[in-house]
């Protein structure tokens, strides 16, 4: 291990906090994705879909409606 002077206990600590910050935020983020992912298949399973998402075909009743109306 390289020297690092009298201030080794300081820096230590710092990469020590530093490590414990950024493992926290990952496992945050971790965590958060599965949870919009959990949220997002509920509504999916209601019938909420998203607007991104390609709507469903028409029944064929309504299409002939459609296609006499225009």
Known sequence: ?????????????????TFV????LALAIV????????LLAE???RGIR???AAPKPAPAKQRSKRKAAT
């Not at 690092?4 to 906090?17: M, Q, R, S």
């Not at 965590?31 to 919009?36: A, T």
């Open 21 to 24: 910050a950024v493992a926290a």
């Open 50 to 52: 998203r607007r991104s």
């Open 1 to 17: 291990m390289p020297n690092l002077g009298p201030h080794a206990i300081f820096i230590l600590a710092a990469y020590g906090v």
């Open 31 to 38: 965590e958060d994705g599965r949870k919009q992912r959990r």
């Open 43 to 45: 509504l999916e399973a």
